[in-house]
């Protein structure tokens, strides 16, 4: 591990599409009607996941071209998913109150908190928060990446960020525009560039693997408090457990490939950011239906997502068609 050729071209993996698709069903699940045991679970590896694997496919290209590259992919469908917060804040709350100019207010109001970077703004930051922290990754991993000419030093950078990051929750030190979380989910990034780029990118699954995963799963619930990475609440000792979770699904999904048909998980994981941006929305109407006509129950939460799946899968297609820069693409 010394220096690196950054003119490799990277060529796309079923397999980390899989990743994303895995990722964005939990994200779904997370936010709904959830078994507090499985929402522990979920929340201990489900964003460093998608870190981790933009980590993989990260590849500089001169500065103007890739802040412009990242601004398009991820800056422009931020804005688009907050301007659909501020139009459904808008709705919620004239539903609730039948007052509009109040409820005009109180959007203004979660729009101008966003901007001066408070996390709790719901236009601003609701679900999309990621894609903010995951542009200033890029950013940040981007200027150390092109000045230091070895990874070992770089893992170190890395590692020591992490530190950083971690001293700043356990102070009670909040960063404006989840900064805190960036040097926390640094080392997910920079970790998912080294697993790209080593030997042990296809290598075959063996039970033992399986059986680390049923493993993990009964450790992680017992040893996982209520953390949050969006807050940067993520203890130290999270980093191993949700990384080996993380690389452990991949291997499963390797294993596989060639033997059941995964197609949906693809189609979810190059739709992932759709799936993000939207369906906080679907979300919030299905909240109310399910107020009015159905008890809580975690099948309940279930229905939501796969209904939620499956009209953002198909309003995405139009998305995609008509629309493209909004969604990252084109």
């Keep these: 591990m010394g220096d690196y050729n950054i003119s490799k071209p990277i060529k796309r993996l079923d397999q980390f599409d899989y990743l994303k698709g895995l990722g964005i069903i939990l994200v779904l699940w997370g936010h709904t009607l959830c078994p507090p045991a499985i929402k522990t679970f979920i929340y201990s590896f489900h964003m460093p996941l998608f870190f981790f694997v933009s980590g993989c496919f990260f590849k500089p290209v001169p500065i103007r071209e890739f802040v412009e590259k990242k601004t398009k ?32 207010k109180v ?4 729009l101008w908190a966003g901007i001066k970077g408070d996390e709790s703004s719901y236009v601003c930051f609701r679900t999309i928060w ?12 981007y200027l150390f990446f092109t000045r230091i000419k070895n990874l070992i030093i770089l893992s170190g950078v890395s590692i020591l960020f992490y530190i950083i990051g971690w001293t700043l929750y356990d102070k009670n030190i909040d960063l404006p525009y989840f900064l805190d979380t960036v040097l926390s989910v640094l080392i997910y990034f920079h970790l998912g560039y080294l697993f790209r780029n080593s030997k042990f990118l296809n290598r075959d699954i063996s039970l033992l693997a399986i059986l680390l995963i049923i493993l993990l799963f009964i450790i992680s619930i017992q ?15 999270l980093l191993p457990l949700s990384l080996s979770i993380v690389i452990s699904f991949y291997y499963v999904f390797i294993f596989l490939m060639d033997k059941c048909n995964l197609k949906f998980l693809k189609v979810l994981g190059t739709e992932s950011l759709v799936l993000m941006g939207l369906h906080p929305a679907i979300f919030e109407i ?5 107020s009015k006509y159905f008890n809580n129950s975690y099948w309940v939460g279930i229905s939501i997502v796969i209904v939620s799946i499956l009209l953002i899968h198909n309003f995405s297609k139009i998305l995609y068609r008509y629309t493209p820069c909004l969604v990252g693409k084109g």
């Design 73 to 104: 992919q991820l800056m422009i469908p931020w804005a688009f998913f907050s301007f659909i917060l501020f139009a459904l804040l808008i709705v919620l709350y004239f539903y609730a109150t039948r007052d509009f100019s109040g409820s005009l």
């Design 107 to 110: 959007a203004l109001g979660s």
């Design 130 to 141: 990621f894609l903010v922290a995951l542009f200033e990754v890029y950013i940040v991993y």
């Design 223 to 237: 040893l996982s408090p209520e953390v949050d990475l969006k807050s940067n609440r993520f203890p130290v000792y």
């Design 286 to 290: 299905s909240t109310i239906v399910q």
